[in-house]
């Protein structure tokens, strides 16, 4: 291909100096890797030769053969083979996320057990595996396992100081204000989603599907940021991230793939920035500590504040803690004491009546931010003397 057809494919070479956004990189992962600038990614997708070590063809029943992952590019001549290049490429993900960067990893049960140890051996801080159950899995053809009808997926920050991104409310509000768990079900890329070339064959084997890569990047991106995949295939991650709003970077030794990655990318709208917005971490707005409450005569002292069930009733004093029995203390501190715990979220533990409705006073914090300057809300919920 030359450079001109490259150009208008979308597929670059890294400039100097510079970080190729949104562009397909042809070339063998390493060399390109080697190219970028340290400290320069936000994420690292990636999904690794899996060395599945096929010895000869999978049939079915009817003894037709099944269309798996059989490329050279899933070859290797040994373990110890495959461990070298998995710890040279991870190496190089690590120089190139930033402090606070991550990395994501997919495989099966051949290799996500060998990445792990590369990635704590290289000093990446591990914070979650996560498993993907297949709606729609293979079936096991030969009848002597279990079917396979799950992959694993590696969540690791750069190091164990990283502060990784990840943007716990929305997960939250996309499954019905719900905790997200570590196991997504989705099924394998069919349908219309699914590549396919001039004979109407799979583009490419094990092409991932779009929700999988729409979670995960608004989970631990933000829009604007830059990800990187390093094995960039038919360019699902160039597909999602340039969807929501994130800068991207695909890595890709076959020319093949990387021309109908761009291609594909190309056809891609991005939302608008609006659509974008996610719902934000309590622990990100500006702190107010429960005094200023007290301190903008929000709450006076000397009203009472009880648990949800109204089981336990404390009074406010001017110094922002509480009383109650002859016991007094902070609003969290109070509140783990009274119940036997360790802790205790005050602001979520204490209440305050309005209009005959008990309501947290996590919901005050809101009106002194407001009088702070720092929030354009208010919430309206200022308690009675």
């Keep these: ?18 970080v190729p956004v949104n562009r397909v990189l042809v070339g063998d992962c390493l060399e390109e890797l080697a190219k970028l600038p340290a400290a320069s990614i936000d994420l690292v997708f990636a999904d690794p030769p899996y060395n599945l070590q096929l010895e000869r063809d999978l049939l079915r029943p009817n003894n037709t053969k099944v269309d798996g992952v059989d490329d050279e590019w899933d070859k ?3 373990f110890a083979d495959y461990d070298r290049f998995s710890r040279a490429w991870l190496g190089e993900c690590r120089r190139v996320l930033k402090p606070d960067g991550a990395l994501w990893v997919i495989g099966s049960y051949h290799n996500i057990f060998r990445l792990g140890v590369a990635l704590q051996d290289l000093g990446f801080w591990i914070q979650n595996d996560v498993i993907w159950r297949k709606t729609n ?5 030969r009848g002597r396992r279990f079917t396979n009808a799950h992959e694993t997926l590696i969540w690791a920050g750069r190091d164990q100081k990283s502060r990784v991104t990840f943007n716990y409310e929305a997960m939250k509000a996309l499954n019905d204000d719900l905790q997200m768990r570590s196991d997504w079900l989705f099924p394998i890329c069919s349908g219309p989603e699914r590549l396919k070339d001039g004979k109407g064959r799979k583009a490419h084997p094990t092409q991932k599907p779009e929700a999988l890569l729409h979670r995960l990047l608004l989970a631990t991106t933000n829009p604007g940021e830059v990800v990187l995949d390093p094995f960039f295939g038919t360019g699902t991650t160039g597909t999602v991230a340039k969807r929501l709003g994130r800068r991207w970077i695909g890595i890709e030794r076959d020319p093949g793939y990387a021309a109908a990655a761009a291609e594909r990318i190309g056809k891609v709208r991005p939302l608008s920035p609006s659509s974008l917005e996610t719902a934000k971490s309590k622990r ?19 009203i009472t504040l009880t648990d949800e069930r109204g089981e336990f009733r404390a009074e406010v004093r001017a110094d922002g803690t509480l009383a109650i029995a002859g016991r007094q203390g902070s609003i969290h501190r109070l509140g783990a004491e009274i119940q036997g715990k360790a802790a205790c979220n005050g602001w979520t533990f204490w209440h305050i009546e309005v209009e005959g409705r008990r309501k947290p006073i996590d919901a005050l914090r809101e009106e002194a931010r407001r009088q702070l300057g720092l929030s354009g809300n208010a919430v309206g919920l200022v308690a009675a003397e």
């Design 284 to 302: 990100h707005e500006p702190r107010v500590p429960f005094g200023t409450i007290i301190e903008l005569g929000i709450l006076e002292p000397g």
């Design 137 to 141: 899995p293979m079936p096991n053809f």
């Design 1 to 18: 291909m030359s450079l001109r057809q490259r150009a208008r494919a979308g597929l670059s070479a890294v400039p100097r100096g510079g």
């Design 76 to 78: 290797f001549s040994s």
